[in-house]
T-cell receptor
């Protein structure tokens, strides 16, 4: 079965530090890729998505992600984090051979120290 | 306003009782999903439905049941057969094709 892996379960950074969260998936076919964020007490929100075209995708709040097909990866990055970025981040993949199934990674809890 | 509504926000039930969680959307989305969120395990798919009167099991369907009689509604029943039902349950919907999923606010179920 296809799977999605997020390697970092907890990340602690100071403000202004750079962020990179890893996401890998196990499937060689066509995929749609997403990063969602869940701020404390709030519902899941879409940060960015990749369907096709330019593999470097820019999302909201200064986040970006790069799709590297050869590495089956879709890592999330932000050059300079803020305290307000404290949240849980989820990578999700829609595998083209699985219809409408949307599979999530285990999540990464980010804490940004002021 | 368009969106996904889950109710109730908090739910308490006694062990051995079935309980139904509500999910309604007015986004005219075809696909709807139920996920369970546990600390450190991310979101695990329970059931999903691509069209009315059709649904498929996800990765952890045992102990759960769903129905999709209307496009707008996708209720989830947590049965007494579910060994560890206490969790945060999230409902989502999306339109067909290349689109993202939209999530409700979630229901936190506690079984005592």
């Amino acid at each position: 079965a296809q799977s999605v892996s997020q390697h970092n379960h907890h990340v602690i950074l100071s403000e202004a530090a750079s962020l990179e969260l890893g996401c890998n998936y196990s499937y060689g076919g066509t995929v749609n890729l997403f990063w969602y964020v869940q701020y404390p007490g709030q519902h899941l929100q879409l940060l960015l998505k990749y369907f096709s075209g330019d593999p470097l995708v820019k999302g909201i709040k200064g986040f970006e992600a790069e799709f590297i097909k050869s590495k089956f990866s879709f890592n999330l990055r932000k050059p300079s984090v803020q305290w307000s970025d404290t949240a849980e981040y989820f990578c999700a993949v829609r595998f083209n051979n699985a219809g409408n199934m949307l599979t999530f990674g285990g999540g990464t809890r980010l804490m940004v120290k002021p | 306003d368009g969106g996904i509504t889950q109710s109730p926000k908090y739910l308490f039930r006694k062990e051995g009782q079935n309980v139904t969680l509500s999910c309604e959307q007015n986004l005219n989305h075809d696909a709807m999903y139920w996920y369970r969120q546990d600390p450190g395990q991310g979101l695990r798919l329970i059931y999903y439905s691509q069209i009315v009167n059709d649904f498929q099991k996800g990765d952890i369907a045992e102990g759960y049941s769903v129905s999709r009689e209307k496009k707008e509604s996708f209720p989830l029943t947590v049965t007494s057969a579910q060994k560890n039902p206490t969790a945060f349950y999230l409902c989502a919907s999306r339109s067909q094709g290349q689109s993202e999923a939209f999530f409700g606010q979630g229901t936190r179920l506690t079984v005592v």
